[in-house]
């Protein structure tokens, strides 16, 4: 089976201009191994550098302007 059909515990996926949305079962923690409570099974994780709520998203990139693509493929 191709590795990108194989069935995954956890997914990250870069919207375009967006966050990254994690999806799954994952534990997020700070560099010291604390655990950040997400609440959910779902979170998105600012990419652009400008949210007030970081490791989240905010919202802020769509002020900004922030631009990046979502489909990124090793070349
Ligand atoms: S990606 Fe949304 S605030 Fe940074």
Do not use: Q, W
Not at 14 to 25: A, I, N, T
Not at 37 to 48: F, I, P, Q
């Amino acid at each position: 089976m191709p590795e990108n059909e194989r069935a995954a515990a956890t997914t990250i996926t870069p919207y375009p201009d967006g966050p990254l949305l994690v999806r799954g079962d994952f534990a997020l923690v700070t560099p010291d191994g604390e655990r950040i409570d997400t609440r959910r099974g779902t979170v998105a994780l600012c990419r652009c550098g400008r949210s007030g709520l970081k490791p989240f998203c905010d919202g802020t990139h769509k002020v900004t302007g922030f631009r990046a693509e979502g489909n990124h493929r090793p070349t």
